[in-house]
């Protein structure tokens, strides 16, 4: 996975040259376009500020959203003004993201100029990787540095299609963190190592945990799957959500962990609900207690302790998915008191890596986030990446 990175390329050398830089400006917004997140965007900025600082022009590709063909509200004219409040300087916006007029507004443009392209899956030929498309988008272009690992697990023309046209083709310095963080935290890990997996379903998890088992000391498992881990060992589990056809692989991934000797930690209490809502009554009990009816939306107390007591003596600490229905307060605890521990032992030195998507919203709901070691900008790319997976986005660039 070792890459060159622009770290790797000499400063001088990049003077007066037209850099496509592949950014993730995927933010959320309001309704009216106002950006309520930018966080995205001022990950980029190292980068951008490195290729301006040395003269080049910086030409940033970004999506944003999925659109069908040209859509308005989807243009990218906030996050230019968002960025050029950021970076201190005007940032040229292009109405298109190819094509002569915009080949014009870059080469005019002075060295040190940020010239942001329109939103590139305007194009369905970017999804497709067309291959045409790649070669249109890398003539506006010198060469090549990808930034946005967001989208670096997809094989479309401006992640993967371009590299095949513009040399050198190398990785930003967010796109190099999230590599070291990751692939240092699973390929040479201060140990132990322990990974705590939640979310909502074992299916969109099983590749993760099966690849994690491999490697992890101990595997902390929270959220809304762990009631097909609780049925599979025939406990009763209520309304809660379960997963029938994926009865036989949590029991099997149950028999891995015991084989391999990882510590597979389920929670021992729930909080259990009866309706899905804000409100809903609720109480605390036993995994071997749920009642008839109700759903477990949340860890329980005693959990939370079983957990921390688990996380104390960790080195490095994988993060991907919320313990309970984070997004009502009520069923928040057990996330957020995972969130607050991940930051206390953080200061004590130990690597808390956040693995994006809504475990990241969970460390800024708690306002911890600039404790965590670090805070992955891809959900899906670095569950894809711990699996082992290779990611076309940097598949495609220079061998270091």
Known sequence: ???????????????????????????????????????????????IKYLTDAGAKAVLVSHLGRPKGVTEKLRLNPIATRLSELLGTPVIKTDDSIGEAVATAINESPNGSVILLENIRFYAEEEQNDREFAQKLASLADLYVSDAFGTAHRAHASTEG???????????????????????????????????????????????????????????IGGGMIFTFYKARGLSVGKSLVEEDKLELAKSLELKAKE?????????????????????????????QIPDGWMGLDIGVDSIKLFQDALADCKTVIWNGPMGVFEFDKFAIGTEAIARTLADITATGAITIIGGGDSVAAVEKVGVAEKMSHISTGGGASLELLEGKVLPGIAALDEA
């Open 1 to 47: 996975m070792a890459k060159k990175t622009l770290a790797n390329l000499n400063a001088a050398d990049l003077l007066g040259k037209r850099v496509l830089v592949r950014v993730d400006f995927n933010v959320p917004q309001t309704e009216t376009g106002a950006i309520t997140d930018d966080t995205r965007i001022r990950a980029a900025l190292p980068t």
């Open 260 to 288: 391999r000797g990882v510590q597979l930690l389920l929670p021992t209490d729930v909080v259990v609900a009866d309706n899905f809502k804000p409100d809903a009554n609720a109480q605390t009990v036993s995994i071997d």
């Open 162 to 220: 371009v590299a095949e046209f513009l040399s050198p083709a190398v990785s930003g310095f967010l796109l190099d963190k999230e590599l070291q963080y990751l692939s240092g935290a699973i390929n040479a890990p201060k140990r132990p190592l322990v990974a705590i997996v939640g979310g909502s379903k074992v299916s969109s998890k099983i590749g993760v945990i099966d690849a994690l088992l491999e490697k992890v000391d101990k595997l902390i």
